[in-house]
């Protein structure tokens, strides 16, 4: 940086510190930097919880497939004993009780795949609500970049226009509270 630069820069902000006029442009600049942080925090907090609602949904569809592959071969099993010609008591004991296992686990099948669809559905929410909180982070750090324009042009329309992106942004972040 150059000595007449810096000279400049120290110029400017004594007189900045004169202008009373710009401390409420300052202060919405505070605001939203604050609420910038605040909503990417809670940005990634929604992803984090989506990640990890994935992963409990692909071990629930894995426990899935691990009891629908047992309940197969149980059946396996028991058709081909009963094809086999041994009709003593002891073989027949052994494919009934292969059979009510396979048909136990049917049951088990279908609340294991209501359980794995329920935490699917819960990845879904928390990409919705994530996805919101990102959008809302973008309007609240171009409602500061507008903002901050205002202290270079001394301009108040880019102050409003700051602060209505900015209301935006609070509105769209808030409403991923309100997602189904």
């Known amino acids: 940086m150059e000595p007449n630069e810096v000279h400049e820069l120290h110029e400017h902000q004594e007189r900045a510190e004169k202008d009373h006029s710009l401390r409420p442009v300052t202060f919405t600049m505070s605001l939203l930097a604050v609420l910038v942080a605040a909503c990417t925090v809670l940005g990634h ?5 989506a990640i990890l609602a994935q992963a409990k949904a692909s071990d629930q569809w894995n426990e899935y497939q691990a009891k629908k592959i047992r309940q197969n071969e149980t059946q396996l099993t028991a058709d081909l004993l009963s094809t086999l010609a041994a ?13 009510q296992h396979a048909d136990k686990w049917a ?25 919101r909180f990102d959008f809302g982070e973008v309007l609240l750090e171009v409602a500061l970049v507008i903002t901050s324009i205002t202290l270079l042009t001394r301009q108040r329309s880019f102050w409003y226009a700051g602060m209505l992106l900015g209301a935006i942004g609070i509105v769209v972040t808030a409403s991923a509270y309100l997602l189904p």
């Not at 907090?45 to 919880?49: A, C, D, F, L, V």
Request: charged share 40%; net charge negative; glycine share 4%.
């Open 107 to 131: 049951g088990d099948l279908t609340s294991e795949q209501e359980k794995a669809q329920e935490l699917e559905a819960e990845v879904h929410r928390a990409e919705r609500r994530g996805s």
């Open 87 to 99: 009709h003593d008591a002891n073989a027949q004991k052994l494919i009934e009780n292969y059979r």
């Open 45 to 49: 907090r929604t992803h984090s919880e």
